[in-house]
């Protein structure tokens, strides 16, 4: 139970480093313009989404490590999305 704790605590505090990146990401989109700013608010629905979908999926896995991973595997999962929206946001593929 201890390595439990440990293990949940350690992926916690690298999930909020990651999360905090990817909220910078964030705002740098909506701070940008007006049609950043309508993008990112379509992507935030994505990411919520699937953030929604994930707790689930992981509790139908049947395993309390991965769903004590949670926080972890969505701030990977915002940053999947909103990374390649910030390295792609001026090509047509989001226009």
């Known amino acids: 139970m201890n390595n439990f704790v440990i293990l949940t ?3 916690s505090l690298i999930g909020s480093f990651i999360m905090t990146y990817v909220m910078y990401l964030r705002q740098i989109n909506i701070q940008s313009n007006l049609v950043l700013r309508e993008k ?3 992507l935030d629905t994505v990411y919520g989404s699937s953030i929604t979908v ?3 999926l992981l509790y139908y896995l049947n395993s ?3 769903v004590s991973l949670t926080f ?3 701030s990977v999962i915002g ?3 909103y990374g390649i929206f ?3 946001k001026s090509k047509s593929l989001f226009n």
């Open 72 to 74: 972890f595997f969505a």
């Open 86 to 88: 910030s390295k792609y």
């Open 9 to 11: 605590l350690s992926f």
């Open 64 to 66: 309390i490590y991965y």
């Open 40 to 42: 990112t608010f379509w």
């Open 54 to 56: 994930l707790l689930p």
């Open 79 to 81: 940053l999947m999305i």
